[in-house]
């Protein structure tokens, strides 16, 4: 088998170019990860310590940024005096609930798209897209005049609803090319072994897991950063925690220190997941995954 | 066990037809090769039979009942795909005994049942494997497995051993004919390579652009083949055509082109029915024998253009006035490129096809 690395050949102009890439990312790393950084510590700090910046050009200064008492009173009070456990729940509740309801509508969408021919195919499929197109600000309006009317607004459901009418599109879009790339004779298999078409669907799904996989991160990173729907449409009763998080913002008292363990508690779910799932999305999303 | 019966079907693909009016009758027990090039309508037929595709009119029966309407799972026919079609996320014993767990048998029967099937393919070390641990031949006799395992009524073959190398299809060929007589169960096999047909099959369907061209036993389509068609597919190395004219000569009729005129046998004279003119004569190549030295006798004179030496045989190739053909000889032969030579033809096995229709006359 043949070596799978790129040939390179060294001239002036690549090591200029690797010098150039070292220092880019270097930068970039810092530019990333740094507001980061600052958020975790800051949220061990008391309100003193957070703000105690060293004088510019005063590069030694920097150690005080370590220097300081771990605390956990922002967290103790985020979710004893704050109600934080149930902003998380409904932000869990939220993002999980549609990306469940969009895999489950989603994946027989696309088998179908993917395995039956009828008039039209192409363009619902279109169409199906196309929903994604207009961004969500401008059907805001529209979508909460109707939810309010359902009496949907502030709820869990309403919420849910909202993320699934966003999440679904872009299910069927994904789900449909990884079913694409399933071979037919595996299902026929199925049905002459005696299943009914449905069994045969079912049995194939396996054969997309990374698919599916990929799109419920992606599904739930939507649903679970999503300011614009939660504070619109879930407002009041289906408080999420990016919602919760602003309202720690008041005009008299911005709360940083309660800001920042807000934002940790909402950021670190999501890194663990991708963390573990990594390699689900990865190969996910390269697509034909699915080897026969 | 069943009697398979076709009876006037067709498949539409859109307006293109890919089968036409065709009729078979499989009895009970027998193994039917369907055969044909790609894209003859074969695989179409074999996928009607197992309710993967709608029958666009006609019928099909099994032991007399139409099976048209019933979906694939209740026909209780078992399938092997030309790609094996295996779950690849299951081991080798979970895909075998899929269609037992589909029937809710229990687990001890299945066990029971699967462990002798994969006991008769000698595949019983690999049951905790999965489909891409596997090498082609050991993928393809799970496939085998799975459909052997629930004693279906019908197995449906579909080109199951194209993709093996050419030693391990040799091998499956024989494998698989034991099977089927073994289990006694009725077979429809689709291929495209007519060896594998000639040497399996009870009854061949010879398919081209979805007409049945020619149902008969292997030695009826290999020695009497009903068209050029079928004579020109059947059979390796492929049968020699030359254009020659029908002559008139005293008492005995003669075949007559450029480089040679052969009399017809009485009998077959006889078979000659209107005016014919010109034909197509057709002739395998084992049916010519060659010398250097012009023998007793009508012979073929020409010269020799290639030699190919097959191990055991030799193929030469011959050049006439405006064609060539091929003779199938023993490596004896000693002609050289560019020597005369000069062959003769067993006139038992030679065929005259009509110029226009194809049809054979014998």
């Known amino acids: 088998m043949a070596s799978r690395d790129v040939v390179q050949y060294r001239s002036p102009l690549t090591t200029a170019f690797k010098v150039f890439s070292v220092i880019f990312l270097t930068l970039y790393l ?79 969408a696309a088998y179908s798209l993917s395995r039956v021919e009828f008039r039209g195919k192409k363009d619902l499929f279109f169409w199906i897209i196309s929903t994604r197109m207009a961004p969500v600000v401008a ?3 529209p979508l909460y005049a109707i939810f309010r009317s359902l009496d949907l607004v502030g709820t869990l459901p309403g919420l849910i609803l909202a993320y699934t009418t966003f999440n679904l599109p872009f299910a069927i879009w994904i789900l449909k090319g990884f079913f694409d790339n399933v071979p037919y004779s595996i299902e026929e298999a199925q049905m002459v072994d005696g299943s009914t078409r449905f069994q045969a669907f079912l049995s194939i799904l396996p054969l997309v897991a990374p698919g599916i996989g990929a799109f419920v991160v992606l599904c739930i990173l939507f649903a679970w950063n999503d300011f614009l729907f939660a504070a619109i449409i879930g407002s009041g009763g289906a408080k999420t925690l990016p919602v919760a998080t602003r309202e720690l913002v008041q005009p008299q008292n911005i709360q940083w220190g309660a800001i920042m363990a807000a934002g940790v508690v909402t950021t670190l779910p999501m890194m663990m997941l991708g963390l573990v799932i990594r390699k689900y999305l990865v190969t996910g999303l390269t697509m034909g995954a699915v080897k026969e | 066990m069943a009697t398979v019966t076709i009876n006037n079907v067709w498949k539409y693909y859109g307006d293109t037809p890919a089968v036409r009016d065709l009729n078979i009758e499989c009895t009970d027990g027998s193994f039917v090769s369907i055969l044909g090039p790609s894209g003859c309508g074969k695989s179409s037929t074999m996928r009607m039979i197992a309710g993967l595709e709608h029958i666009s009119a006609g019928e099909i029966l099994f032991d007399g009942a139409r099976i048209n309407d019933l979906p694939p799972k209740d026909r209780d026919v078992a399938m092997v795909f030309e790609n094996y079609a295996l779950y690849p996320h299951k081991s080798v014993f979970e895909n075998i005994a899929n269609p037992l767990r589909l029937r809710g048998m229990d687990a001890a029967r299945i066990k ?60 499956m060929r024989g494998e698989i004919k034991h099977l089927q007589r073994a289990l006694g169960t009725t077979m429809i096999y689709v291929t ?38 079928v004579a020109g597919f059947v059979g390796e190395p ?13 008492g005995a009729v003669q075949l007559a082109h450029p480089d040679f005129a052969i009399p017809l046998l009485p009998a077959q004279a006889a078979l000659l029915t209107g005016e014919v003119r010109t ?25 020799i253009y290639v030699t190919e030496l097959l191990g055991g045989d030799m193929l030469v190739d011959v050049q006439l006035t405006g064609a060539r053909i091929r003779v199938k000889t023993g490596t004896e032969f000693a002609g050289q490129a560019g020597d005369t030579c000069f062959m003769t033809v067993n006139r038992e096995k030679w065929h005259i096809f009509d110029m226009e229709t194809g049809n054979a006359w014998f």
Do not use: C
Not at chain 1, 75 to 80: E, I, K, P, Q, T
Not at chain 1, 87 to 108: D, E, H, K, P
Not at chain 2, 198 to 222: N, Y
Not at chain 2, 279 to 302: C, H, K, N, W, Y
């Open chain 1, 139 to 141: 059907v805001m309006v």
């Open chain 2, 112 to 171: 029971e049942r699967v462990e002798s099937a994969t006991k008769l393919l000698e595949i019983d070390h690999l049951l905790n494997r999965r489909p891409q641990e596997l090498s082609g031949g050991q993928k393809q006799r799970v496939a085998i497995g799975r459909a052997i395992v629930r004693e279906p009524k019908l197995f449906l073959f579909d080109e199951p051993i194209a993709h093996l190398d050419a030693k391990l299809r040799a091998h």
């Open chain 2, 279 to 303: 034909v197509r004569m057709g002739v395998r190549p084992d049916a010519l024998s060659i010398d250097t030295v012009a023998p007793e006798g009508p012979s073929i004179r020409g010269n």
């Open chain 1, 30 to 108: 810092i530019w990333t990860l740094l507001p980061i950084f600052v958020m975790f510590v800051s949220s061990f700090k008391d309100l003193l310590e957070a703000f105690s910046i060293p004088e510019v050009g005063d590069w030694a200064g920097a150690t005080v940024f370590f220097e300081f008492t771990p605390t956990v009173t922002h967290y103790v009070s985020l979710f004893r005096d704050g109600n934080f456990g149930t902003y998380m729940a409904n932000s869990l509740i939220a993002a999980g609930g549609s990306a469940l309801i969009a895999v489950i509508f989603g994946s027989m």
């Open chain 2, 238 to 250: 492929a049968m020699n055509f030359l254009s020659a004219e029908l002559r008139q000569d005293g």
């Open chain 2, 192 to 229: 495209h390579d007519q060896l594998e047909a000639l040497s399996m099959a009870d009854m061949i369907a010879v398919m081209h652009d979805g007409e049945l061209q020619q149902w008969g036993t292997p030695r009826e389509v290999f020695n009497h083949p009903v068209n050029a068609w």
